[in-house]
């Protein structure tokens, strides 16, 4: 038996053999797809994505290229034991005959793996080898009135995507989208006084990594990235912000976004995510990622084009 992993930020791992770890710890680099030889069958619950059906021994489970990272994993195989080391919790208790080891429900990504073949269960102190997270309550806050003197601060914006990544694609191409919004959003924020840092201001590509980086050398007081949604189910509408988990700066940040969307658009409220995303995750600010509508939507996308909204 034996397992590669595709690692956030440097690719495939090399082979390792059962009872080695693949992957990292300590490096806050998540794991977004596996590959086992070996075992029966194996399944991974992707974020935003959820269980990705079960794969046979020698083919991908995950994704890679889509930025989503790997939360949970079942493994069904005789005498395969697992378990997976998850980001702020560490190491968790071994798992087998296809039980989820990982988390659900929290935004908590795997960093690591390890398969060891055995006849007995294996056990560890923390006796948890899967976590469904209840994720933290957030109360209702009231849209500041949009008046006030900003002069001092300092607001870094993130037109998602761009250049050869055009995002999310559908009668509209999400990067251009989000940068017309970007522009727009700058434009009102620096008329209150407010000095704008952008990500970018043409339709070129910069590196997912180096989006909240430019935020932080800016000394960015909050960090906004614009993106909008996408589907294959061209029905697919709504609204919906997203922060980091257990931030209560991101949360407010977050809600604030979410009400105002809402309330300007009035679409369906898909509500706010905690999670980790590289956006609101490396960034040394309160952070959010505004998902206003879907680019897959064609009824969104002409609400889009409505000038009146922008």
Not at 74 to 84: A, H, L
Not at 270 to 296: C, H, K, N
Request: a negative charge; one cysteine or more; hydrophobic letters at 35%.
């Amino acid at each position: 038996m034996r397992y590669k992993v595709h690692i956030q930020n440097k690719g495939w791992s090399d082979w390792v053999e059962e009872g080695r770890r693949a992957g990292t710890s300590g490096e806050g680099l998540r794991l977004e797809a596996i590959v086992i030889e070996g075992v029966d069958e194996y399944q991974v619950h992707i974020q935003d994505k959820g269980w990705s059906g079960w794969a046979k021994g020698g083919e991908i489970a995950g994704t890679v290229g889509e930025g989503k990272r790997i939360e949970a994993i079942e493994i069904k195989g005789e005498n395969v034991n697992y378990r997976v080391h998850a980001e702020n919790i560490g190491w968790l208790d071994w798992a087998r005959d296809g039980e989820m080891a990982g988390t659900t429900g929290g935004g908590l990504r795997i960093e690591a793996i390890q398969l060891i073949e055995s006849a007995e269960p294996l056990s560890v102190d923390d006796t948890r080898a899967g976590v469904n997270i209840e994720p933290k309550p957030v109360a209702p806050v009231e849209p500041a009135k949009p008046t006030g003197n900003l002069s001092g601060r300092v607001i870094c914006i993130n037109p998602g995507h761009g250049g050869s990544d055009p995002g999310a694609c559908g009668d509209l191409r999400e990067s251009d989208m989000n940068l017309t919004v970007a522009l727009r959003l700058g434009q009102l924020l620096a008329e209150r006084g407010a000095q704008v840092i952008y990500t970018r201001i043409t339709d070129v590509h910069v590196y997912l990594s180096d989006r909240p980086v430019i935020a932080n050398n800016a000394g960015a007081d909050l960090f906004i990235s614009i993106h909008h949604n996408g589907s294959s189910d061209p029905s697919s509408s709504g609204t919906c912000a997203i922060c980091y988990p257990g931030s209560d700066a991101g949360i407010r940040l977050a809600t604030l976004c979410l009400n105002g969307l809402y309330n300007r658009l009035g679409l369906q409220q898909r509500g706010l995510i905690q999670r980790d995303d590289s956006d609101v995750t490396y960034s040394d600010m309160p952070a959010v990622i505004t998902e206003a509508s879907f680019a897959s939507c064609p009824a969104d996308c002409a609400l889009f084009n409505n000038s009146c909204l922008l």
